[in-house]
Structure formats: C-alpha cells, structure tokens
C-alpha cells in the first residue's frame, strides 16, 4: 500500500482513539481505514506511528500522548513501551481500568460471536476480579528467548526480535533473582524459569526442542485445591499464584457436584479440576479425566492415585469422544481447552450426553464466545459468567461460565 492509497508503514498520523478490541489494542479511523493502537486508551488524541499495514486495516503504536484519558499511568516497567517488549500490553492503564478495559473486550465478543443481545449480557453482570498479590511480580512461569549473541530477553511484540532487559516487573521475585539475564546462554535457544507454590524455583535451558535441567528440582510443587501436586517443571500450571484455587472454587460453585455423580474433566491436564470433583462426588460417585499431553497425563496419574473414583484417559479430547471412550450419561462436564476453545465437534458431543451443568474454564474470550454460541445453536444458554484478572498487566483474561440447558433438544 502506498501513501497515496492509505496509510503506509513508518509514517506517523495524529488521531483520537477509540473503543477498546481483543489483542490489547484500541480501534481508531483516519480516512475511513481501520487503525488498530497499541499503548493508547479510548478517548486520548495521540500520534501514532503504522507498524504494520494489511488489506483492510494496519497496526500502529501510540508513541505521543496529546490529550491523555484519566486512567493513564506510567508504565512501571521501562520496556513496556512502543518497539520494546511486548509481554505486557496495559502497563499504561490503571489497575481499576485494565478491569474494565477486560470487561469490555468480553462484552463485545460475546456479543459480536456469541450472539448474546444485550438484556442477556446485562443479565450475567459481566465484571473482572483481580486476584490477590497485586499486578506485579505474579508470574511463575517464565520462557525467556535466547538471541544470536547468547543474552536471554522477551520479544517484541508480533515479532522474533528479542528484547534484552535486566527484569521481568511482571515475574515473581524468586524468578527475578535468578542469575538468568545477567550471563549468556550460547547453547540454548530459550531459558524457562519456574517458581511454584511449593517453593521450588527451576531453571531449563531449551536448545532445538530438547530441555537441559540447569538448577532446582526435577520434579517440583504446587499446592492447590487442599492438595500438594507434584509434576514435571514443563507440565502446564496456572501461571498466577492464586489462580489454581480461584478456578476451582468457580467451577464448584458453578457446578454444586453432589454424591455419587458423575463428573467429565476435559482437558484434565495434571488433575486440578478431577481432583476437586472427586472429593464432591465421594467414592460412590465416578470422574473421568481426559488430556493429551504427557505430561499432564503422568501428573494426573501420578497425583490421583488416592482417588479411586477417578479414572484418567490419554488421548486429545474429540477424537475420544467421538470414539466412545467416554460416554454418558454424565451430570456435570468441566471443559477447559486451550486458547483456541473446545470446537464444534466438543461442543455437539458434550450438549448430546445429557449433563444437567457444564462449566467451560477459557483464556480467551473470542473461543469461549464462539462456542457459546454452538452450545446456544444445541438448546442451551450462558446462565452465569464469572471474570478473572490471571493475567494483570496483559490483555488476557479468565472466565468461568456455566451453561445449562434450556429446552428439548431436537433429534439431528
């Protein structure tokens, strides 16, 4: 695209933002051409340089503040600026804000992809909590990128360049002291740190896909939902301190498991939700846990052995219900997929079992939203939804929404 034909890359063009979108930015118009700003805040007039130009709509950076919105403060980590690192999207934005600003993003997903209207939205009273701890030094898990010249730093944002810093703001602080910034790493292509609930601090150097255990445990700790795990430092683990139990005491609030019931945990990974059904349900009542990953299968196999009434199956999610691995009849379903959400083939075989409460765990709006949707398509609707700020100082957020069915269901 040229000048001529719209805003080009590099050049700088003075606008007035407005509303927020996904992706931690803000939308903005100049000439009729979509500009999606990053470090901006609705309402501010700012000059924004194009990092990016696409058929339709370019990126850009608001790097002048002209007029600035009162919930603009300054950033407190030095590289959470325009072309520095892009791990933090809303340092710019106060805490009470970057609540609102989620809240926001969750509002319009579900309206423009789930097809809720807005008596529906108003109904489920859609708000953010933040969890205990603040919104720094939360993060326990830590992947550092290792550039040509052997120094470990976070990328860019959208980009492979790595951004040498001396701190994480963001990170825990037993991550923060670790000696992994200030020396090289000439074999490695990335340094993983972890700091758990159990005081276990890890470091893992990464080099062509294979992990070198550097310093710590093996196995390492996390103590959630009255449990003490144990797993492997790379077994999926909520990243926030809090956030383990936060979720749990959702889902079962959500949910009211009761004796003898039977429970579905997708997506188990190491067994956190499992573990909490199982104690509801008792041992006259039956949980199956479903997970892919290794890792998480061992963990749950590993962590579970003291509930009998739980059984765990290796295998990705669709392909095992739709095999009859696991069948109904089933009371409640806990669904937490990944970022890309549980997809239709999920949805229809879940909504088919009969369950009486679903609760869908999701980190990201737009999927959960999507698949409301298809559950909403298959006689059931969105009753409550719960928001969480796992995720302080990024665009990302928590929900925990309880779908329940509505109506008889038509046969295919």
């Given at each position: 695209m040229t000048g001529d034909e719209g805003l080009a890359e590099?050049?700088?063009?003075?606008?007035?933002v407005g509303a927020v979108a996904p992706g931690g930015h803000c939308v903005a118009r100049v000439a009729g051409q979509v500009v999606f700003v990053r470090h901006a805040l609705p309402g501010e007039r700012v000059v924004?340089?194009?990092?990016?130009?696409?058929r339709g709509f370019v990126r850009a950076d608001a790097v002048t503040v002209l007029q600035a919105a009162p919930e603009r403060v300054e950033p407190p980590c030095p590289y959470a600026k325009p072309g520095r690192c892009g791990g933090c999207d809303l340092q710019h934005v106060s805490p009470e804000?970057?609540?609102?600003?989620?809240?926001?993003?969750?509002?319009?997903?579900l309206t423009r992809l789930g097809g809720l209207t807005g008596a529906e939205l108003d109904a489920l009273g859609i708000q953010v909590e933040a969890l205990p701890g603040g919104s720094l030094g939360w993060r326990s898990r830590v992947r550092y990128t290792v550039d040509g010249a052997g120094r470990a730093g976070l990328l860019k944002h959208r980009s492979y360049e790595v951004v040498p810093i001396d701190r994480c703001r963001i990170a825990h602080p037993a991550i923060q002291q670790l000696p992994v910034l200030g020396v090289r790493w000439p074999d490695a292509d990335a340094v993983e740190s972890v700091a758990t609930t159990g005081g276990d601090v890890t470091v893992t150097a990464v080099a062509d896909g294979a992990a070198r255990p550097v310093s710590g445990p093996e196995r390492v700790h996390e103590q959630a939902a009255g449990r003490r795990w144990t797993l492997s430092p790379s077994a999926f683990w909520q990243v926030h301190p809090a956030a383990a139990d936060t979720l749990v005491n959702a889902v079962l609030a959500q949910l009211d498991p009761r004796p003898g019931e039977t429970a579905w945990d997708l997506y188990g990974g190491a067994g956190l939700f499992a573990?909490?059904?199982?104690e509801r349900v008792g041992t006259t009542g039956r949980v199956t846990l479903v997970e892919a990953a290794g890792a998480g299968v061992a963990a749950a196999r590993q962590n579970l052995r003291d509930l009998p009434q739980v059984g765990i199956v290796s295998g990705r999610v669709a392909p095992v219900l739709a095999r009859g691995q696991v069948a109904g009849p089933v009371d409640?379903?806990?669904?937490?997929?990944?970022?890309?959400?549980?997809?239709?083939?999920?949805?229809?075989?879940?909504?088919?079992?009969?369950?009486r409460a679903v609760a869908y765990v999701a980190c990201d709006p737009a999927a959960f939203a999507?698949?409301?949707?298809?559950?909403?398509?298959?006689?059931?609707?969105?009753?409550?939804?719960?928001?969480?700020d796992l995720f302080p100082m990024t665009q990302h957020v928590e929900l925990v929404g309880l779908l329940l069915p509505h109506r008889r269901r038509t046969k295919a």
């Open positions: 590099a050049e700088r063009v003075e606008l007035t924004a340089e194009v990092t990016e130009v696409h804000a970057q609540l609102t600003w989620k809240a926001g993003v969750i509002r319009e997903q573990a909490a059904l199982a409640v379903v806990v669904l937490d997929p990944p970022r890309s959400g549980a997809g239709a083939r999920v949805v229809r075989a879940v909504a088919g079992t009969g369950a999507r698949d409301v949707r298809g559950f909403a398509e298959l006689g059931w609707r969105l009753t409550a939804l719960r928001g969480f």
